[in-house]
């Protein structure tokens, strides 16, 4: 049996994804603020969950849940960042925007550190980071959010990068980048949502990414397309149309 942590599992695609990967025959850790969520997960499999109440936010939490999930599998083969926040938040109100840093730049950083260091050390293990469309360019709506998932975007590259120098090639980074998926998330986007994905489809065609080890998998497939244009167009336009 493989083992797997799941940060950020209370729900959307971190829960859906858990519940694919123990029917796949995975042992899954998962984490997350909310206890009791946790334990509904816990519950509907007993012999194939472990839980940790963790707030990714505080990053000496982080490594003291990530250690004690350790202790207890011994060995770890995949590990997914599921974790995230986003605020529409034009006025720059501080209190959300250092929420958005302290989860989706710090904490997601020294998860991806400890896995990271992990897997070297094991010479094995898959990591996957669910950024999300908006790491391609910026927005004026949600600035730290777009900004933050730029930021995972290229950490997530350089890890990748930095595989180079393990010398086993079983160390793999995978970066998963969403566009709108029917999750409480999208509830909080002002200005509704388009190419909205059902959440089911999603977490199915992560997962498949996931089992083919791939670089980069945008969800749904068709998101790659928006990405491509919005690599070539200019500022002045995104500043028009967005």
């Known amino acids: 049996m493989k083992n797997a942590i799941v940060f950020g599992a209370t729900s959307g695609i971190g829960k859906s994804l858990t519940e694919i990967l123990v029917n796949e025959g995975y042992k899954v850790a998962i984490t997350g603020r909310r206890i009791a969520l946790l334990e509904e997960l816990k519950n509907k499999y007993p012999n194939q969950i472990l839980i940790k109440q963790n707030d990714i936010q505080d990053v000496k939490e982080v490594e003291k849940v990530f250690n004690e999930i350790l ?11 599921s974790s995230g926040v986003v605020h529409v938040n034009p006025k720059f109100e501080w209190d959300k925007e250092e929420q958005s840093i302290n989860t989706n730049v710090l904490g997601v950083t020294r998860l991806y550190t400890l896995a990271y260091n992990l897997f070297r050390k094991q010479q094995f293990g898959h990591l996957v ?27 997530l590259e350089s890890l990748y990068i930095k595989t180079k120098s393990i010398k086993s090639k079983k160390v793999f980074i995978t970066e998963i980048r969403p566009g709108f998926v029917d999750t409480v998330m999208a509830d909080t986007l002002e200005d509704g949502v388009f190419w909205l994905v059902p959440l089911e489809k999603a977490v199915k065609q992560i997962y498949s990414a996931i089992k083919k080890k791939k670089r980069v998998a945008y969800v749904s497939k068709r998101w790659q397309l928006v990405a491509w244009v919005l690599k070539v167009s200019p500022a002045r336009l995104l500043k028009k149309a967005l």
């Open 71 to 81: 202790e207890e599998f011994e060995i770890i083969d995949l590990i997914v960042q």
């Open 129 to 155: 980071g669910i950024s999300s469309i908006a790491s391609i360019r910026g927005n004026r709506s949600a600035p730290v959010y777009f900004a933050s998932k730029a930021y995972q975007k290229a950490y």
